[in-house]
């Protein structure tokens, strides 16, 4: 198979790096194969797609030791060419994976290339000669990648990227990767599961382009499928616990939680979890939220977002209670209220004076929708309120406030 390459999403530099933090879990960058020209040389590697890793390193023997020289920054590439070198030398490299982290896999085996003498570019006589292999690569994260054979003339200025969708009867030109040896490109933020079609032109330093390549086309990879089922609660103290049916997508890697204020609104990433539930603790009583749930796979795709929200909301205050009859019989007064039928218990405030100072008291654990205070004194004003408190001790406000006074004999 041809060496291919690529100059695109790649930083060059020149350093000697710190001691890098090896880490043994990652993994390594295998049958690196190279391709020389009189002052580049080419690379190519199995890529690996792998979640764990972000790009690659690749290190040259510069004075006895092994010195970073470039950055790919992209996992999903497996081409780079290494330019402005001697013409005539001998060089050495290593190639290595890293994480998000920066840490980094142990190195490749070490290659050798050996660029040729200066090369003089000549004019082209006649047409150009089409790319002679090309293939596209499918089944990649809203990206294709599309690689060919480097093209056998010297004075290869760059190669036209052209791209053609099934409902359109034109080429759009999406891009241009300069030097004979970059002989690859990666399409990016594309649909999902769809198909699209590529042809590669060259083009000389001295203007011609050459006929289009053949055809290729590759089918992006399929988001994962919509989660099912999803319910949340409206009965739980400063919280709404969100369930769901399990994604059945073999390369899951996790869930998303979007929620907003209101159905409308945009809906911002609040969470994510492995598992098919989701606690969303809120410091308020009777809030309420919408939500929806997605599935996302190892590449980072997510599901589609349903069109319809789930509403949860936090557990209500319970309402007031409603004094229904309060009066006395010479020596104690009677209260008589309204329940509410998730409260389990009722608390009963009263404020009086006496000697000139204004005293309180409160009577709790009462489980009937009635009480009895024989602790009073005719001539005495009392002011009582009742509070619900429902089976996870929530109390409700107060309810309005009732008068009474025991006349004197």
Request: overall charge neutral; some cysteine.
């Amino acid at each position: 198979m041809a060496l291919t390459l690529i100059m695109s999403g790649c930083t060059k530099t020149l350093e000697t790096p710190k001691e890098p933090v090896i880490d043994a879990s990652l993994p390594l960058v295998e049958n690196v194969r190279t391709l020389a020209s009189g002052t580049d040389i080419g690379f190519e590697w199995t890529p690996i797609y792998n979640n764990h890793i972000e790009g690659y390193y690749l290190y040259r023997l510069e004075g006895g030791r092994m010195k970073k020289v470039a950055t790919i920054k992209d996992k999903y590439v497996s081409h780079y060419v290494d330019t402005k070198l001697n013409p005539n030398t001998t060089y050495s490299y290593q190639m290595s994976t890293y994480s998000s982290s920066k840490h980094e896999s142990a190195p490749s085996m070490r290659v050798s290339a050996t660029t040729s003498g200066t090369v003089v570019k000549k004019p082209t006589v006649g047409a150009v000669e089409p790319v002679s292999f090309i293939t596209a690569i499918a089944d990649l994260p809203a990206r294709v990648k599309i690689i060919w054979r480097p093209h056998a003339a010297e004075n290869v200025e760059y190669y036209i990227i052209e791209r053609n969708e099934y409902k359109s009867t034109s080429w759009d030109e999406v891009g241009k990767v300069e030097g004979r040896l970059s002989a690859e490109f990666i399409d990016k933020e594309l649909q999902d599961n769809y198909v699209y079609r590529y042809r590669v032109k060259v083009k000389t330093h001295d203007g011609v382009i050459s006929a289009p390549s053949q055809i290729v086309e590759a089918r992006t990879k399929p988001a994962p499928k919509s989660i099912m089922g999803v319910k949340a609660t409206s009965d739980l103290p400063k919280k709404i616990l969100l369930s769901w049916e399990a994604a059945t997508d073999s390369d899951f890697a996790y869930y998303k939680i979007y929620r907003s204020p209101t159905s409308r609104l945009f809906y911002s990433f609040h969470g994510k979890t492995q598992s098919t539930e989701f606690e969303d603790l809120i410091n308020d009583n009777g809030k309420m939220y919408y939500y929806k749930v997605v599935a996302v796979d190892k590449d980072g795709l997510e599901s589609k977002q349903p069109e319809n929200p789930i509403v949860g909301m936090t557990r209500p205050v319970l309402s007031a209670p409603l004094v229904h009859s309060v009066k006395h019989d010479g020596r104690s007064i009677y209260l008589t209220w309204n329940g509410n039928e998730n409260a389990i218990k009722y608390t009963i405030t009263k404020e009086f004076k006496s000697a000139g100072e204004t005293k309180k008291q409160s009577f709790t654990g009462i489980f009937e929708n009635n009480f009895q205070d024989t602790d009073t004194i005719p001539g005495v004003a009392y002011k009582y309120n009742i509070i619900a408190i429902d089976k996870f001790g929530i109390a409700s406000n107060p309810s309005d406030s009732v008068m009474i006074t025991i006349p004197k004999e």
